[in-house]
T-cell receptor, first 112, second 114 residues
Framework: DSGVTQTPKHLITATGQRVTLRCSPR?????VYWYQQSLDQGLQFLIQ???????AKGNILERFSAQQFPDLHSELNLSSLELGDSALYFC???????????FGEGSRLTVL | AQSVTQLDSQVPVFEEAPVELRCNYS??????LFWYVQYPNQGLQLLLK??????LVKGINGFEAEFNKSQTSFHLRKPSVHISDTAEYFC????????????FGKGTTLSVSS
C-alpha cells in the first residue's frame, strides 16, 4: 500500500462527457503529480501541484484541468472526452526529501 | 529537456536466468535515478533509487542497478529471475537542475517463463 488513494478505480463514459478523478496523497506529502498511461504513449506527465499551487505542466490537453485543495487532495477534470482519452490515470505524491514518487493504483477510464 | 531511453521494449527470459534491463538518460550534471515496477493491474512501485554515493544500488526483490555517469546509464540487473518478476519495468530520472517532474522511459516488459 503506497498510501496514495485514487477514486474511482474504473470509469466508463461516453464521448463528449466530463469526468472527475480524485486523489488523496500520502500523509505529509505536499506535492501531487498526475500521469496518463496509454499503450501508445507510455507514461506521460500531465501536471504537478505543490501545496495548492500549480508547479509544473506537462503534456496536458486544454480540455483537462486539475486543482489541489487545502486538505491537499487533488482532482483531475477531463472534459469533452474523446475515444483517445481512454487510459489509466495515475496520481502520485512526492517525498519532499528524496523526490521519490508514491503512486496510487490508478483510475482506468474507458470512453465509448 | 531531460529524456530517458529504455533500449528494450520486451525482454523474454527463462526462470533462474540472469537479466539486464537497459536504461540511458540524456546528460545532466545532477540527477536522481529510479526504477519502478508495475505488476499487471497495479500501480507503480519503487524498486530502487540512486540519489548519491555508491554507484551500485540494491533494491527490493533481489534487483540492483549501477549508475554510470560517463555512459549516462542506469541498467537494472538480477542474477536469477523468478516467474513472479514478470512485470513492466520503468526507468525514471529527476533532473535536479531543471527541477522538472520525474521523467519516465517507455518501459520494458519482462516476461519470465519456466
Amino acid at each position: 500500500d503506497s498510501g496514495v488513494t485514487q477514486t474511482p478505480k474504473h470509469l466508463i463514459t461516453a464521448t463528449g462527457q466530463r469526468v472527475t478523478l480524485r486523489c488523496s496523497p500520502r500523509s505529509g506529502d505536499l506535492s501531487v503529480y498526475w500521469y496518463q498511461q496509454s499503450l501508445d504513449q507510455g507514461l506521460q506527465f500531465l501536471i504537478q501541484y505543490y501545496n495548492g499551487e500549480e508547479r509544473a505542466k506537462g503534456n496536458i490537453l486544454e480540455r483537462f484541468s486539475a486543482q489541489q485543495f487545502p486538505d491537499l487532495h487533488s482532482e483531475l477534470n477531463l472534459s469533452s472526452l474523446e475515444l483517445g482519452d481512454s487510459a489509466l490515470y495515475f496520481c502520485a505524491s512526492e517525498d519532499r526529501v528524496t523526490g521519490e514518487l508514491f503512486f496510487g493504483e490508478g483510475s482506468r477510464l474507458t470512453v465509448l | 529537456a531531460q529524456s530517458v531511453t529504455q533500449l528494450d521494449s520486451q525482454v523474454p527470459v527463462f526462470e533462474e536466468a540472469p537479466v539486464e534491463l537497459r536504461c540511458n538518460y540524456s546528460s545532466s550534471v545532477s540527477v536522481y535515478l529510479f526504477w519502478y515496477v508495475q505488476y499487471p493491474n497495479q500501480g507503480l512501485q519503487l524498486l530502487l533509487k540512486y540519489l548519491s554515493g555508491s554507484t551500485l544500488v540494491k533494491g527490493i526483490n533481489g534487483f540492483e542497478a549501477e549508475f554510470n555517469k560517463s555512459q549516462t546509464s542506469f541498467h537494472l540487473r538480477k542474477p536469477s529471475v523468478h516467474i513472479s518478476d514478470t512485470a513492466e519495468y520503468f526507468c525514471a530520472v529527476s533532473d535536479l537542475e531543471a527541477g522538472t517532474a520525474l521523467i519516465f522511459g517507455k518501459g520494458t516488459t519482462l516476461s519470465v517463463s519456466s
